[in-house]
């Protein structure tokens, strides 16, 4: 288990031998570890000098560790508030969290979670961007809004497995998250966020639509992001069925890329 006080992770694996618990230095530990070519370690805690020795056939290290009761617990999810298929999960997180604010101080950094109506709903907004995605869950009807950083949810979704159902629960001050072998705590923003109902039904309706292929506008979104200031901005201009992006940056230099629609 890990924990930087905003958001805490517990993974829990088969092993054999001694049990015993400590609190060792995540970054030695994680570099140590990466730097062995062997399959199976020994890990042997000497309680009384705090110091874990890591054993292989070749080698022998010794890290300096702390007593495991300065070390905050991870809760684990007891009574879910709602159970969601991991995979949509992680899904909706690609779809929304990008748009939440890039300032971390604002209440605009977070992504509003609930459920209305036995829908999950994800919801982010920041002076740029919009976005909001529903899911049908099974077994509850409506759970109150509560504010998770983005970067925090991005984080959350990449350490989950991609199989299995994925158990929430929202308590106050933090929500936590289970899925299979995984345990996450995150700490919850509070404060005022924006009625996305309100949001959504203010946006203009489309004066012009046009379709184009997943593939082609995001390989050529890539490619002129190569260009892209730090606000990411470029300049999309359509013609007919002509798509065209551009950007043009002194320091890096430009790109124009152009696909059929």
Known sequence: AGTNLEIGIGYTFASHGAEFITCVPARTFTDLIDSLSVEEIDLELDPDNQSLTVMTESSTSNIRCAPADEFPDIPEVEEPSFTVPVVQFKEMVQRVAFASSAVSESNLAAVQISVEDGKLIMFAVDGFHFSFEEFEL?????????????????????????????????????????????DVVSQLMSGNFPDYKKLRDSLSPAKTTLTVGTLELLRSARQVKVFASKTGACQLEVKGMLVRLTVIALEKGDSDVTFTA
């Open 138 to 182: 099974e077994g509850i009807e409506q759970l109150a809004p509560f504010l998770v950083k983005g970067t925090t949810l991005e984080t959350i979704s990449k350490i989950l497995p991609d199989e299995g159902e994925l158990e929430v629960e929202v308590q106050e001050k933090k929500a936590m998250f289970h899925c299979r072998d995984v």
